[in-house]
């Protein structure tokens, strides 16, 4: 007869990540701390979308190239990995 696991039972594999599969948190520049890596984009594909790195309020530093993009608006949508 089959066990009744309360732990296994309760577990929702609806939304469940595929492996290598990444996924993206929304949130605006402004929510995060200096230093955060961070996308302007949700595209899975790193040559199409490069990471920066927050420098302070305004500013962030993309990872790959080492340009730093100014007057980033506060409340600009950006990602940031899970």
Do not use: C, H
């Not at 993309?62 to 409340?75: F, L, V």
């Amino acid at each position: 007869m089959p066990q009744n696991d309360p732990v296994v039972d309760s577990l929702d594999y609806s939304e469940s990540v595929n492996f290598g599969q990444v996924e993206f948190d929304e949130m605006r520049f402004e929510d995060i701390d200096e230093d955060d890596l961070f996308w302007f984009s949700n595209n899975p594909n790193s040559n199409l979308n490069n990471a920066f790195r927050k420098i302070n309020e305004t500013s962030g530093m993309n990872t790959r190239s080492g340009i730093i993009t100014e007057d980033i608006n506060i409340k600009t949508i950006i990602y940031q990995k899970t």
